[in-house]
């Protein structure tokens, strides 16, 4: 049987905003989730136009905030104001392959290539808070540079509590398909993500000797799959006033303006698959109202009831 602490809602830039670890909460009240990631210049400097800088963490349960950032001491910063927020824990991200992270701002997935920058980066923020620490990142730069057991060992001795490892390379992106090589003599516990989709997924990470696993993009349209993982929930009957109560917290947090056209991704991906799900996408995407928006999807999904 997999347990909550066996299973994570990966952070997701976009995706894994308030309101949609609220929808997440509503069919797994205990897992760990990990926020999208947060830029340390951005949250030290508090500017406005980002409002997951002012994210109340302590409402939320269990839940890491994940930051980005080279500079050792704004990192530090920032941990700092995300566990006086409530914060559970503090991840860092060493595996973003965008390339305004990952290059231009020699943070992200750049951190594979500068294991001495790693380093004293989670040595700051471990010293900064009391919260634990953990490093998000991937196989390696690319297919010359898989070094991410040595990766392991510099953050595990700079304080860090576990890690995440995504089993794509930075040059692979999201492409391909994902390698979770066998884990065995790891100083710190290692959770495996990348491609893991259900429960089997999960238990076959556990069995190669992974601490658990983390779900990124089969969370997406699919928020209930954290209860089928874990056998307390499925999918529900009523997609459509799901999305309807999605839809509403995403209006709530973000506006009207920044809301509507922001929600119309997600309506893809509950859609997808569906009957005349092609011709729906084409209509909300055109829309900008919101009691339009929430006509279409009353119809949408009550058509589909009906068959």
């Excluded at 500017?47 to 001491?73: M, S, W």
Aim: aromatic residues 8%; hydrophobic residues 45%.
């Amino acid at each position: 049987m997999i347990s909550n602490n066996q299973i994570f809602a990966a952070p997701m830039a976009g995706i894994s905003d308030y309101p949609f670890r609220r929808i997440i909460r509503e069919f797994a009240p205990d897992v760990p989730m990990v926020t999208e990631m947060i830029s340390c210049h951005s949250l030290v400097d508090q500017h406005k136009n980002c409002l997951r800088n002012f994210d109340n963490y302590g409402i939320e349960g269990n839940i890491g905030t994940q930051i980005f950032g080279a500079v050792p001491d704004l990192m530090a910063d920032a941990a700092r104001i995300l566990e006086d927020a409530g914060a559970t824990w503090i991840d860092i991200n060493m595996g973003c392959p965008v390339p305004k992270v990952a290059t231009r701002a020699n943070a992200g997935a750049f951190l594979m290539r500068n294991h001495k920058l790693a380093g004293r980066i989670v040595s700051a923020v471990a010293r900064a808070v009391k919260i634990p620490v953990s490093v998000k990142t991937r196989l390696g730069w690319d297919a010359d540079n898989m070094d991410w057991v040595d990766l392991v060992h510099v953050v595990a001795d700079s304080g860090a509590k576990f890690l995440t490892l995504h089993g794509r390379t930075r040059a692979q992106g999201y492409a391909g398909v994902a390698v979770h090589p066998k884990i065995e003599n790891m100083p710190i516990p290692i959770i495996a993500n990348g491609d893991i989709v259900d429960a089997a997924g999960v238990q076959s990470a556990i069995d190669n000797g992974y601490a658990g696993a983390m779900i990124g993009r089969a969370m997406m349209g699919r928020p209930w799959v954290f209860g089928e993982i874990l056998g307390t929930g499925k999918k529900p009957e009523n997609i459509g006033e799901l999305v309807i109560r999605h839809l509403d917290l995403v209006l709530e947090y973000y506006g009207v303006r920044a809301g509507v056209p922001m929600f119309r991704k997600h309506l893809a991906w509950y859609s997808a698959g569906m009957p005349n799900s092609s011709d729906f996408r084409v209509k909300i995407n055109q829309i900008t109202d919101e009691k339009e928006m929430k006509r279409e999807i009353l119809q949408f999904w009550g058509c589909v009831a009906e068959r």
